[in-house]
C-alpha cells in the first residue's frame, strides 16, 4: 500500500548516483584517452593493457585459398574452414563444427586440453571437401582465437597469463599456447600450423575490415567487454621504431580495466568484494552482460530488506547472488502490457516474488537506472577510442565516415541498452560529427576474421 513511500529514497540516491550526464560521460570519455596514452608509452603505463596484437596486414578483400580457424573461449571451441577468392568471388565457401569441452578436461593437464582440441580439429579437417582446395604444396594453416588473458609475443606466438572463465589447467600459464596447439597436433598427426594468434576483438575487426575497410574499432558487449582499434605506430612509443610497411597496428585495449570517474553506488562496491576478482575490471563491472542483473538484484534486495518493495517478508532466493541474470531484466524491460504481466511473472519464476503492479513498477525503474548508466558509459568508452585515433591523425577521422563493428549478445538484444549506447555517443560527438560514426553490428565475425588474418600472415606468399 505504502510501498513506494519507504521505497522512493532508495531509488532517488540510487537514480542520483548512477546519473551519467554529458559532463559526467565527457569526464569518462577524456580520461579513457588519456589511460590509452600512457598504456602505448610503457606496459602498466595505464590501466588499460593497451596490448600489441603484432598484426601489421589487415585483410583487403584480395585473400585467396583455404583457411581455417581455431576458437577457444568458453566452454565450446569452434572450428571453422573458408575458401576464399579474392576481390570478385570473396567467400566462396565456409563451414563450421563445435565441439563442447567435457568438463574434466577445463581442469585437467594441458597435454589433455591440447590433445582435445587436435582431436577435433582432425576430424573436421578430415571432411574437407567439395568447394574446399588446398593448392599442391602448402600446408593448412590456422588463425587461433584465444579468449584468455594473453602476454603477445609475435603474430603467431603468446604467453597464457592466466586461465579465467572456470578454466584451471595445469601445465599452461606461462606458457606458449600456440606452441602447446602446434605439439598437440604433431601428436595428433595433423600436418596443420598456427599463423596467427588473434584476440576476439582482434578477429572481429580483421572481420569487420574484410567488407568494409572504413571499420577502425571493435568493441564487444557480451558477458564481458573490451575493444580494439587500428592505431598509428607512430603513435605507439613502446614499440621502440619497431615499425612495419603499413605503419600500422591493432591495439588490443583491454578497457574491461578501466575505473577512473565512474559513477558507482555502494552495490556495485559490495558486487565487486564479493567477486573473484575484487578491484578488478570496474568498468566491465559496470556496463557488461555479466553484471547487470546482478547490480540489479542487489538494489531489489535492499529495498525489500528496507523499504518493504514485496510486503513485509524478504524473498529469500533474492539473496542468492547471480539469481538474477541481464537476460531476466532485457525480457522485464520488454513488457509494455497495462499489468505488468511478464515482469510479475519472471520474478516469481526467478526470484519466488509476489509482486504488486506499484512494486512492479519500481523493478522496471531499477532495471532502467542501472542499464541506462552501463550504455551510457560504454558510448562513452567508444568516444574515447574515436577522439584518441581522431587526435593521432590530425582530425582526419571526424571528418569522414568511421565504422566502429559491435558484437556481443548483450548489445544484440537488449533494446534500450543499445539505444542508450547510442545516444551516449551522439550526445558526445555531437549530432554533425556523430553522422559520419556507424555502429555497425557484426554477428559472430571474429572466427572468419581469424581465418582472414592467418592469410593475410601466411607464410606461403
Ligand atoms: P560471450 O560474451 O559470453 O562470448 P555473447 O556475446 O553471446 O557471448 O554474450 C552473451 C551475453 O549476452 C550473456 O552473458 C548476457 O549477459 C547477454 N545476453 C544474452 N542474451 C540476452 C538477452 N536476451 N537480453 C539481454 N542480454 C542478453
Redesign the pocket.
Known amino acids: 500500500s505504502n510501498v513506494n513511500v519507504s521505497v522512493a529514497p532508495i531509488l532517488t540516491k540510487l537514480q542520483k548516483e548512477c546519473a551519467a550526464p554529458l559532463p559526467v560521460l565527457r569526464n569518462v570519455a577524456d580520461a579513457m584517452t588519456a589511460d590509452m596514452r600512457a598504456g602505448l608509452v610503457v606496459d602498466g603505463g595505464g590501466e588499460l593493457k593497451m596490448i600489441l596484437s603484432y598484426i601489421d596486414a589487415l585483410p583487403t578483400g584480395n585473400e585467396r585459398g583455404l583457411f581455417y580457424a581455431l576458437d577457444l573461449?568458453?566452454t565450446n571451441f569452434r572450428v571453422l574452414r573458408v575458401q576464399l577468392g579474392g576481390q570478385e568471388e570473396r567467400v566462396q565457401a565456409t563451414e563450421f563444427e563445435q565441439v563442447s569441452i567435457p568438463q574434466e578436461l577445463m581442469r585437467g593437464t594441458s597435454e589433455e586440453l591440447f590433445d582435445f582440441i587436435a582431436t577435433g580439429l582432425a576430424k573436421f579437417a578430415e571432411k574437407e571437401a567439395g568447394k574446399f582446395h588446398l593448392p599442391q604444396g602448402r600446408q593448412r594453416e590456422i588463425g587461433f582465437t584465444f579468449?584468455f588473458p594473453v602476454k603477445q609475443t609475435s603474430i603467431d606466438s603468446g604467453i597464457l597469463i592466466k586461465w579465467t572463465k572456470g578454466f584451471s589447467v595445469s601445465g599452461t600459464p606461462g606458457k606458449d599456447v600456440v606452441a602447446c596447439l602446434n605439439e598437440a597436433m604433431e601428436r595428433q598427426g595433423l600436418d596443420m600450423r598456427v599463423s596467427a594468434l588473434v584476440n576476439?576483438t582482434v578477429g572481429t575487426l580483421a572481420g569487420a575490415r574484410y567488407w568494409d575497410e572504413d571499420v577502425m574499432v571493435a568493441v564487444?558487449?557480451?558477458?564481458?567487454t573490451n575493444a580494439c582499434y587500428v592505431e598509428q605506430m607512430d603513435a605507439i612509443p613502446k614499440l621502440q621504431g619497431n615499425k612495419s610497411p603499413s605503419g600500422r597496428t591493432i591495439i588490443n585495449t583491454e578497457w574491461g580495466a578501466f575505473s577512473k570517474g565512474l559513477p558507482l553506488t555502494e552495490f556495485d562496491i559490495d558486487m565487486d568484494a564479493a567477486s573473484i576478482n575484487p578491484g578488478e575490471q570496474i568498468y566491465e563491472k559496470t556496463i557488461?552482460?555479466?553484471y547487470?542483473?546482478e547490480i540489479v538484484r542487489r538494489v531489489l534486495l535492499k529495498m525489500a530488506e528496507e523499504g518493504a518493495l514485496f510486503g513485509n517478508s524478504v524473498p529469500e532466493k533474492l539473496s542468492m547472488p547471480f539469481v538474477l541474470?541481464?537476460?531476466h531484466?532485457?525480457?522485464m524491460q520488454q513488457d509494455y502490457s497495462e499489468d505488468l504481466q511478464a515482469v510479475g511473472s519472471t520474478l516469481y519464476d526467478v526470484a519466488g516474488v509476489e509482486s504488486s503492479l506499484k512494486a512492479r513498477k519500481v523493478v522496471i525503474e531499477v532495471c532502467d537506472t542501472i542499464v541506462k548508466r552501463g550504455g551510457r558509459l560504454a558510448g562513452a568508452g567508444i568516444v574515447s577510442i574515436l577522439q584518441k585515433i581522431d587526435e593521432d591523425s590530425n582530425g582526419a577521422i571526424f571528418g569522414k565516415r568511421t565504422v566502429v563493428a559491435m558484437?556481443?549478445?548483450?548489445y544484440?538484444?537488449?533494446t534500450q541498452?543499445r539505444r542508450y549506447v547510442h545516444e551516449a555517443v551522439t550526445e558526445l560527438l555531437g549530432t554533425e560529427i556523430s553522422k559520419n560514426v556507424v555502429i555497425e553490428h557484426t554477428k559472430d565475425g571474429s572466427g572468419i576474421g581469424a581465418a582472414l588474418l592467418a592469410s593475410a600472415n601466411s607464410k606461403f606468399d
Not at 220 to 224: A, M, R
Open positions: 573461449g568458453g579468449s576476439d564487444i558487449l557480451g558477458t564481458g557488461s552482460g555479466m547487470l542483473g541474470r541481464t537476460p531484466i532485457c525480457a558484437d556481443g549478445g548483450l544484440e538484444n537488449y541498452y
